[in-house]
């Protein structure tokens, strides 16, 4: 059984007497520990497919389940609750809070979860440990003399390194990532995507999905679903480019 199945996913935004359908009729089944990447020009329903799965949106009609969780069925509050335990996502713009540093912004999101103990499994709320699982991540995506400084202090793959950071740190089982170089040049965009490659994946039995409309970066993942006019065109598997070999 797939890890994530969408079926007949359809979506409606009503602008006034209009009804715009966004997506129109989505069946997709995505397995645990792939890197998927949702390809397609603006308009596609690339990140309104992306929010069904991350449960930012719910759909019109059709069902989202991931593992044995009915997503498309449940209520705002159990919708917060598996965004905040099962999901992390990465912004085109960051989404960072400006008057928190990059150690404090990991840190908030790890406070809303805790962190899970190696030993246990259990989850604690310790403040230490919170701060030391914070500053790690932020280690490890290259930050470690930059945790104190504010999102105004830091560039834009800077700022995009602490959402990874802060979106990996909670070990969520889905990262997705919706345009994440988009404002970034070549190289630090590729920086970027090494790093998502780096920690994400098969790996860590962690389901990656980057939406993107630039084609160059299709290679990365093991398996591409082209959108166009909210319907699936295209869905393949290949063998994936690591992030380093990518041109654009």
């Known amino acids: 059984m797939a890890f994530i199945t969408l079926e007949n996913i359809q979506k409606n935004y009503t602008l006034g007497e209009t009804t715009i359908p966004a997506l129109r009729g989505i069946d997709v089944n995505i397995e645990l520990g792939e890197l998927v990447i949702i390809f397609g020009p603006s308009g596609a329903g690339k990140t309104t497919l992306l929010n069904m799965i991350g ?39 960051f989404n960072l ?31 230490k440990v919170i701060r030391q699982t914070a500053i790690d991540y932020l280690d490890k995506v290259g ?47 590729r920086q970027v995507l090494e790093i998502m490659e ?20 299709c290679p990365l993942g093991d398996r591409v679903i082209r959108l166009s006019d909210g319907r699936i065109v295209e869905d393949y598997t290949q063998t994936f480019t690591p992030a380093k070999e990518l041109y654009w």
């Open 143 to 189: 930050l470690h003399d930059r945790i104190h400084h504010f999102p105004a202090q830091l560039s834009g793959g800077e700022q995009q390194r602490v959402a990874i950071a802060r979106a990996l740190a909670k070990e969520p089982e889905i990262l997705l990532a919706d345009e994440p170089t988009g404002n970034l040049d070549f190289k630090i965009g």
């Open 198 to 217: 780096a920690m994400t994946g098969k790996k860590l039995n962690r389901t990656v999905i980057i939406v993107t409309h630039n084609e160059a970066i």
């Open 55 to 93: 449960g930012l949106d719910v759909p019109t009609s059709g069902t989202v389940t991931v593992g044995k969780i009915a997503v498309s069925k449940l209520s705002d509050k159990w919708l917060t609750i598996y965004r905040r335990k099962k999901v992390g996502v990465v912004f085109q713009f």
């Open 97 to 127: 809070i400006s008057r928190l540093s990059a150690l404090e912004n990991v840190e908030y999101a790890l406070e809303l979860v805790g962190v899970k103990k190696k030993s246990n499994g259990e989850v604690t709320f310790d403040s």
